[in-house]
């Protein structure tokens, strides 16, 4: 008797979609996933922001209230690659629910489909706090982007079967609305090629990499590590022999050793918005991209 109980559920899983009623719901560990979701998923999908465009993602406090949102999930989109390494496991242990373990259909890491940059040769706890996978921070080329929006509306379409059209045509009306912009911001950011850049931490290095411009030195002494007075003094000595033409702070860093690195070497600070809602102007993933290449090109303007 109990064999058949058995055997009866799994055959009735198997036939009911992962979402059988309603809303998908969605646990979106950083805002752009959120708003790359909200594209896709419009009014199929409940997404739910772990985090906010102010906090660092390397650092969240795996709170009871994530916990329980994780609980309820049916699907899990993160950066991966162990950005979120300091926290994401413990929400998935604490909040047990086994459709969002890694492996299942309903945990989706967005760095997985992109090529990775910064792949460390070897990894030391001595480098700092470094990411092993490579750079998670891939978001910030929007040709990633792309890629991701499109595994992603698989994923969707796989665990809400109902809906699977759905997806795919919202991925489709995305991918063109997105190529057009792509286009343009290459156009308006030509004058960035070369632009040598001073970030705080090395998450800048998908937007550099795509629009051709390098990144000359971090604020931060090793991943993750805030700079000594030490470490500052070198990078100064350092920028007076090779200037560089931009500091970056981005919405989540401090503030205060881009400022005096700006003062004391007359490099301009642009603040960027690094993700959806780091600035005003940066409402949704085309206002990322707009206010990003803006600010860069007003800050090379006044300088
Ligand atoms: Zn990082």
Redesign the pocket.
Known sequence: MRRFTVVFCMALACSLPAVAHGEARAFACEPEWAALLEELGGNQVAVYQATSPKQDP?RVEARPSLIARMRRADLVVCSGSD?EIGWLPVLLQAAGNREVQPGQPGYFMASDYVRRLDVPDRVDRAMGDV?PYG???VHLDPRNLAIIATALSKRLAEIDRENADFYVARNATFQERWSASIERWEREATGLKGLRLVTY???AIYLANWLGMDLAATIEAK?GIPPSSRHLAKLLSQLEAEPADVIVRMAYNEPKAPAWLGEKTGIPVVELPYTVGGTKQAKDLFGLFDDTIDRLKSAVSRS
């Open positions: 390397h950005l990411h750079n998670p921070h931490h090395r998450d991943p």
